[in-house]
């Protein structure tokens, strides 16, 4: 078995090997680019000087030469994602063998006939092709759809225009040659049209702005297929000559071919531009296909340019069929986000991202159906929507002009008052209330409908309507509370508050807006019952405040009043896991999520802690209460449905003290559940506890969930506790909260004890 130090001279020697490699293919780019130069200045000198006249051959050779030796090494020693490189390298292997034949043969560079080079030269078009296919798939991440119609555009108007200039310059002049130089030279025209098309279709794809390593690539496709095209044209007027400019393309092209392999990292590229750029190179085509089919070409390749022009407009009409098609999508489901599909009210999305609303000294009402859980379970969910639609009716007839109307989820309604003058929201949301006594007859039912209403009053402390909503609905729960068809105003404002409490609410506010560097997370272990081994671990937050290190007990009121709970949760989430990450402790994290946010923001801020801790969803458990699923049992089903589909656990805390009973546990979409210590704490002295712990882990069992006991703190109460299904400990009896560091260091200790 090989040792640390043995892994690491392997590794160390895969990077001296992968540097020597790098030396080794930057000499031979400094030969070639020498070789070229040389190149350029043999052509350069004037007359027919002998050392030109033997020089500019053997230069032309070594250079292909040289960009085989570049891109084989490259495809050779870059592992898997190199390995279409080997494809470049073979085409031009062929083209070095197709030159030595042309030498062996001393056809020299201008034949009147086909030739066995011709071969040899021709069959580097298909492998250049499926090159630039398979390099384009392996780098390019795209919108498929779209890149692959606007590269056609674009590809098809080139081969069209291409194929009208041909027609025009070069079919004229091979008119009574030989037919194999026909057939050869048709088969170049055509290998470098199809060439031009694909450059230009992969810029195209990469919309105009891909790596390096592609620029490289382009234009050595664009230079290669211009050479030729030249060179074509030339010798059918009967006017090319040895050692002209047009030679020097080719060698440039071998040189680009190099840098391109060279420079390529492999990695997938997402491409990215202004819509203006993205659009202009389809519409030119666009334009140029209408040119070539006003223009009507009159030479034997007139048809293949009509046709091509016409096509190149039928996909024009298809492109713009989809983004029709993708306008109207787009439309539809933006209003359905914003849109409650029942009522026909915004939804809370689009009261929170309207913009209008932000700006505004307004008032906010949230309106509760009191009972309306009755409703559904009696008469049924068809009939519970109707009713929602009879009150959503009456609430837009009381709504008046500049104030809007919303439902937020369930039974709850908001409504923001921007008309009403300062100190009336109070009498607003009462007439509001009283618009809704009226009986309502559902199924042949008379029904007294009642609601009860929170409300908070605009004010400058207010940092945005969300948190006036939260607060808004934490008074309609206040008013809930004390009986049916109440209103109750928030009793957060600053006049009711003491300075202290200003004060700490002011600097939990800065602490978190400067990073929350001041909040402090520890770890307590979840233990399992059976063999000790660690579940996971609880991220419980403390405060530096004064000097003193707070429980959450003494500063989480704050945070809610001052509707900071968003900030703390997001700061729970991110630093959780970036510590554990840190100091490689391998143990998911269970942090506590409030009932306020099972919403799409933790569907939204899960996945992006995540992310910026490099971590799997395996390794976060939500814990949310009985009160999240019993608030918004439609959007919290959603939510939890949402979570687990791509990972992350979820566990049910204070199970026991919510309207949860045992019969509710299928239901549940969870993953286990937290019983509460007032159950636990109580086991060695009161049978009854015993029995309804006993039965909960009974049932937890047969439908796979796991249990984790809280409290667990008084002697006695652990020996109390019967190991059923996959049952685990939280408790100061078997690990304190601690920091991430001593968390490490226990886990290390845990770990030598059990091999010891």
């Given at each position: ?296 070409p009159s030479g034997p390749l007139q048809m293949a340019a009509a046709v091509a022009a016409g096509v190149t407009i039928l996909l024009a009409v298809v492109r713009l069929n989809v983004d029709v098609r993708e ?341 549940l979409i969870v993953d286990g559940l937290k019983i509460d210590h007032s159950f636990v704490s109580r086991l060695h002295v009161d049978p009854s506890a015993r029995a309804i712990v006993r039965s909960i882990a ?59």
């Amino acid at each position: 078995m090989a040792s640390d130090s043995d892994r690491a001279v392997s590794r160390n020697g895969g990077r001296m090997s992968r540097t020597g490699v790098r030396a080794a293919l930057s000499l031979l780019l400094i030969a070639l680019c020498l070789v070229v130069v040389l190149y350029a200045v043999t052509l350069a000198v004037p007359g027919d000087t002998g050392l030109a006249a033997a020089a500019s051959p053997l230069l032309y050779n070594v250079s292909f030469i040289l960009a085989a030796a570049v891109v084989g090494v490259h495809a050779a020693t870059g592992g898997r994602r190199t390995r279409p490189w080997f494809v470049v390298a073979g085409g031009l292997a062929l083209y070095v063998v197709g030159l030595a034949v042309m030498s062996l043969g001393g056809t020299g560079m201008s034949p009147n006939a086909a030739t066995p080079a011709d071969a040899f030269w021709l069959m580097f078009y298909p492998l250049a092709f499926v090159a630039l296919l398979v390099l384009t798939k392996r780098s390019l991440a795209m919108d498929v759809t779209h890149s692959l119609l606007d590269s056609a555009l674009v590809g098809v108007g080139a081969f069209a225009v291409g194929v009208a200039i041909l027609d025009a310059t070069v079919a004229p002049g091979m008119s009574g040659a030989d037919p194999s130089f026909v057939i050869t030279r048709s088969l170049y025209l055509l290998g470098d049209l199809v060439m031009l098309v694909l450059v230009l279709a992969v810029a195209q794809a990469f919309k105009w702005r891909p790596p390096v390593a592609w620029w490289f690539l382009i234009a050595g496709g664009i230079v290669f297929s211009l050479a030729d095209a030249a060179y074509l044209v030339q010798l059918a007027n009967g006017t090319y000559v040895s050692g002209s400019w047009i030679d020097l393309l080719w060698p440039v092209t071998a040189l680009l071919v190099s840098l391109a392999a060279f420079s390529d990292t492999g990695a997938p590229v997402p491409p990215a531009a202004p819509q203006r750029v993205t659009f202009l190179a389809p519409s030119i085509a666009i334009v140029a296909a209408g040119g070539v089919l006003l223009w009507q070409p009159s030479g034997p390749l007139q048809m293949a340019a009509a046709v091509a022009a016409g096509v190149t407009i039928l996909l024009a009409v298809v492109r713009l069929n989809v983004d029709v098609r993708e306008s109207v999508r787009l439309t539809r489901q933006l209003r359905r986000s914003q849109v409650d599909m029942l009522t026909g009210l915004p939804n809370r999305r689009s009261l929170l991202e309207s913009g209008d609303l932000q700006d505004l000294r307004c008032s906010v009402v949230v309106l509760g159906i009191d009972s309306f859980k009755d409703v559904n379970d009696t008469l049924g969910h068809d009939a519970g929507d109707r009713l929602l639609v009879m009150i959503a009716e009456r609430l837009r007839s009381q709504v008046a002009d500049g104030d809007v109307l919303a439902r937020l989820e369930g039974d709850e309604f908001a409504v923001v008052l921007c008309s009403t003058p300062p100190g009336g929201a109070g009498a607003a949301a009462e007439s509001l209330v009283r618009s809704l006594e009226d009986p309502v007859t559902l199924d042949g039912i008379p029904l007294l409908v009642t609601a009860c209403a929170g409300v908070v009053e605009a004010g400058e402390e207010w940092p945005d309507l969300a948190s006036m909503l939260r607060h808004a609905a934490a008074a309609l729960g206040s008013a809930k509370a004390e009986g049916p068809g109440l209103v109750r105003l928030h009793s957060g404002e600053p006049g009711a508050q003491t300075a202290e409490r200003l004060r700490m609410r002011a600097e939990a506010r800065a602490a978190l807006t400067s990073g929350g560097a001041d909040f402090v997370v520890h770890y307590q272990p979840v233990v399992s019952l059976r063999d000790g081994s660690v579940l996971a671990v609880e991220a419980l937050v403390r405060w530096r405040y004064e000097g003193a290190l707070l429980q959450p007990s003494d500063f989480l009121p704050e945070i809610v009043r001052g509707g900071l709970m968003p900030d703390l949760t997001r700061l729970m989430l991110t630093t959780s896991l970036r510590e554990l990450r840190a100091n490689h402790v391998d143990l998911p994290v269970s942090v506590n999520v409030p009932p306020d946010l099972m919403s799409d923001w933790i569907l939204a801020e899960a996945p992006r802690s995540l992310s910026m801790a490099g971590a799997q969803p395996r390794s976060l458990i939500i814990e949310i209460t009985e009160e999240a699923i019993m608030k918004q049992p439609e959007v919290a089903a959603h939510v939890l449905q949402s979570l687990r589909s791509r990972g992350v656990r979820i566990l049910l805390d204070d199970f026991g003290t919510g309207w949860s009973g045992l019969s509710s546990l299928r239901d549940l979409i969870v993953d286990g559940l937290k019983i509460d210590h007032s159950f636990v704490s109580r086991l060695h002295v009161d049978p009854s506890a015993r029995a309804i712990v006993r039965s909960i882990a009974l049932l937890a069992a047969d439908l796979d969930l796991m249990i984790v006991y809280e409290g667990v703190d008084e002697p006695g109460v652990l020996d109390d506790l019967t190991p059923i299904g996959r049952c685990y400990v939280q408790s100061y009896t078997t690990a304190r909260p601690m920091s991430a560091r001593e968390l490490a260091v226990w886990m290390d200790r845990r770990r030598v004890a059990v091999d010891a």
